[in-house]
């Protein structure tokens, strides 16, 4: 019998990750980002990255007209940033420090470390598509990192 979907939410619940900010750009060029916790290193050599997304997001078709991401690790500061990429707000960026990439992509300012992606293979993931992505380059700030655990956000030592 499968698992339900309340006992799977409850014990997926207890994982604890960090969180992170993707953001990519359609065929007009036009921004999108969104908060995602389902982020996992794939591969050292070569480098490779995964992140899932919910097929229903706005953002979704991005992905595959762009075939480029960055993933912006949040920083325990950041929290806001996290529940603002959450909702489903037309101007995410607006008031967001960022920049953008050679390829137009927009890379959040004060980001623990940020991964510059370009897409590999997409995989059917059920509800989500499981985007796997070369990384081409890769930079650190530093800090400490937004944790979430519980369906809470937390820090380090708390
Ligand atoms: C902590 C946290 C983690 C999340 N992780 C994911 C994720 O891994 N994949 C995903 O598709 N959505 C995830 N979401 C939900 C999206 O951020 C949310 O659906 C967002 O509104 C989608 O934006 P869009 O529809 O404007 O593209 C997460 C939300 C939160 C608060």
């Known amino acids: 019998m499968p698992v339900s979907n309340e006992e799977f939410r409850r014990a997926l619940a207890n994982f604890a990750s960090g969180v992170t900010v993707v953001t990519t ?4 060029g036009e921004k999108f980002g969104l908060t995602v916790s ?24 991005a992905f595959g007209e762009s075939r ?11 929290r806001a940033l ?9 101007e995410k960026f607006e008031g967001v420090d960022h920049h953008s990439n ?3 992509l927009p890379v959040l300012d004060d980001a623990v470390a940020v991964l510059e992606c370009r897409l ?19 930079a650190v700030k530093g800090g ?15």
């Open 68 to 78: 480029r991401y960055v993933v912006n690790f949040l920083s325990e500061s950041q």
């Open 144 to 158: 400490k990192p937004l944790l979430y655990f519980g369906g809470e956000y937390g820090r380090l030592g708390d």
């Open 102 to 104: 050679p390829e137009g």
């Open 25 to 28: 750009v359609d065929s007009s």
């Open 120 to 138: 590999r293979n997409e995989y059917d993931g059920g509800d989500h598509t499981i985007f796997v992505a070369e990384v081409e380059r890769a």
């Open 38 to 61: 389902a982020f996992c290193s794939v591969s050292l050599e070569p480098p490779l990255v995964l992140v899932c997304i919910d097929r229903s997001t706005r953002c979704h078709h």
């Open 82 to 90: 996290s529940e603002r990429f959450a909702t489903q707000l037309t």
